[in-house]
């Protein structure tokens, strides 16, 4: 390269940073100001030379609106043909759907934003906040073809942001369009944006996030700039909104802040001075860091704000949560505790439920009544408070309050067993603890069924030295083992139907959550009922923590059996090589619509195929760069083949591999998010190759024509099962490629 040519390369950059749009790197010589990325001189290369994409409308502006149009067919056609509700249309489109039209508190494994979308596609057009069955047929006056096409809005996103990210990483213009048509041409990104599921805005928000870091990229020479301040703050908007759909989400919040590590780096190995450092750094933890976290959080404050009503999922919340919501059982009862009332003890450990007590004995050790942690509501989680020593008349005599310091008995209502500990036996799951169980009668005099009340924060106003209804928190200390009652999640096996352990811990531990307890409900005819919401006091923060680790217990639980064969699972490993697709309706008779999530094999295997060359490309280009081969690279090359490459393939990478650290059940459209930047990634493949191999537009666009034709024609071929089949499955058993797929016949079913 000479040095006319360089004087036009920094002319043409400082033209790009003055007209606020994609920005060249500049050569700067000795001694002038910092630029984070300079220039190298390449060796010569018989390879086209590398240029940054310019906007042309009449080009890529009718360019994006054809893919646009083109898939908006695919995800539209026949959408409203079946009105059965469908795989899990019957969560996001049925129940909780209803339960935020109807405000009713429910608990969920995912985030909230993508669910309240489609409540509000559904309020527009339903209108009702009625409650449907989960499955069969949608009712006749249902709008269900309205929400399908709103979901159905973010499928169609997916193409022209695929180009648009395409030109942002500035492949040659052939090479966007084909990302755009591979988009379209799969049948699976397909199919899973025609249903009211989450997929389609997880996948559309994730396109979003790479479209917008690449354009951050094409911006960076010219920092803090209008469009370098545009295209953060979008990266960091789009990483809000994906996080707050589901959290496979995070994945892409990884990928930007791994970019984000290696430019910093980048910066302070070029010794970037301190001042233009801290300006860089705050810019992007501003818009990286405290936006999306703003937006994530932003999403659950509109969730308690809609959800205002008692429903199926105050279980999962702390009892002072609870009584605060419209129609809550615990909204109105006696406030202070008296000896004779009736409890309900709830653990401020999460998960770990109520304390709970059946007459189910303990299989080995002393072999007496279980006691454990139940999470719902049930007439076997009342126990009643007594004193010990001389007993009263609970119905006539004065009423007499818990107090700290107070020694007390508690009785199962149910059975009449005392809340017992001893240290004969250990726990049965917590060996370090000792076993707790329900023993003995309330006349008899025994020590081990006597526990001291430990008053550890009083919530409420009134801190008298009482124990009150929700707002005291307490531990409950054994009298003769000096051991506290305690509740730490920790599941029982079948024996104790899968319920948490209560279990004596002897870890004298006054703060853990598992050893703090509080009285959820106070029933007691001789103490008149308050209304609890003008007592409690709740946080936002708090109950945002405290949702945020129940779902992920509830992720955690997601635990597939290894005993049983089940057609809608599959393993990681299977994924790329489109091993065990999936049936997305239970019932596969003739004359039912059928729709089958299977991708285009010929998009999924080549995008497989890119993703497992593109690090051995890189290892080969490096050795061969290391051992002086001339012509490794064209100008600017090498720094193209990284900077799109680690977007692509670390997304891709990112996406897939932490599926295989995971032990909840996996589904193949858990893979979705991988393939759209697989697909982007072979896009870039047959760029990357064309460019080295010299091809001029002409060879170039007839190598995209011929992988498109193939695409699309692999896409045709398997639309019956996309667009939904009506006839008998056996008419397409030629369609069945490999002897894994269920698609006539499923040879593993028993």
Known sequence: MNSREDSARQHAAKRDCAADSQAAPKQQPTGSKFV?????????????????????????????????????????????????VSWDESYFNVRFSGMYLNHSYHHDVHPPLAKLL?????????????????????????????????????????????YLTCFHLNMQRQACFLAGLLVIADNALCVMSRFVLLDAPLLFFTAAALCSIAGFQNTRHCAFSPAWWRWLLLTGAA????????????FAVALVGLYTMEELLNMYADFMPASTAIKHFGARVAALIILPIAIYMASFAVHFAVLSHSGPGDATMPPAFQARLYGSKLSYQPFTVMYGSLLD??????????????????????????????????????WVIMRTGNELNYTSDPLLPVKDGDTVRLMHKRTSAMLHSHRNYKAHVSTHDYEVTAYGKPEWNDTNNEWRIEIHKEESSVAN???????????????????????????????????????????????????????????????????????????????FLRLNMEMARSNNALIPDRDKYNHLESDPWSWPFLIYPMRLLGSWKKGDIKYYEVGNPLIWWSSALMCLLYPLQLAYYHVRQARGVPGVWAPGEERHFWNAGKLLWGGWMLHYLPFF???????????????????????????????????????????????????????CWFAPLTFGYTGSMNDLKHRQWLPTWNIYRDKYSM
């Open 36 to 84: 984070a990325y300079p220039l190298r001189r390449e060796p010569v290369s018989t390879s086209v030379p590398y240029q940054r994409n310019r906007w042309n409308s009449s080009v890529d502006g009718w360019l994006v609106l054809l893919l646009t149009v083109i898939c908006a067919f695919t995800r539209l056609y026949q959408i409203g043909l079946s009105n059965r």
């Open 118 to 162: 489609i409540s509000f596609s559904r309020f527009v057009a339903d209108g009702s906040n009625r409650t449907m069955e989960p499955k069969g047929n949608y009712p006749p006056d249902f709008n269900y073809t309205f929400t399908r096409c709103f979901t159905a809005l973010f499928g169609i996103g997916l193409a022209p942001l695929a």
């Open 239 to 250: 990483l809000g909104l994906v996080s707050s759909s589901k959290w496979v989400g995070f």
């Open 345 to 382: 003890l709830r653990s401020m450990h999460p998960g770990s439920g109520l304390l709970h007590s059946h007459p189910h004995k303990y299989p080995d050790g002393s072999q007496q009544q279980q006691v454990t942690g139940y999470s719902h509501s049930d007439s076997n989680n009342n």
């Open 465 to 543: 030295g009482e124990v009150h209804a929700i707002t005291t928190q307490f531990r409950l200390r054994h009298a003769t083992t000096n051991c506290l009652l305690s509740a730490a999640g920790v599941k029982l096996p079948p024996w104790g139907f899968r319920q948490t352990e209560v279990s004596c811990s002897r870890s004298q531990s006054p703060r853990s959550a598992a050893n703090l307890w509080v009285v959820e409900r106070h029933a007691n005819p001789r103490v008149p009922s308050v209304d609890m919401r003008s007592i409690v006091k709740t946080s936002f923060i708090s109950n």
């Open 661 to 715: 650290a995971m032990g909840r059940v996996t589904y193949i459209h858990h893979y979705l998010p991988a393939l759209y930047f697989a697909v982007l990634l072979l896009a870039f493949e047959v760029d990357h190759f064309c460019r080295r191999l010299a091809l001029g537009e002409r060879p170039r666009t007839v190598v995209v024509a011929m992988c498109a034709v193939c695409m699309l024609a692999g896409f």
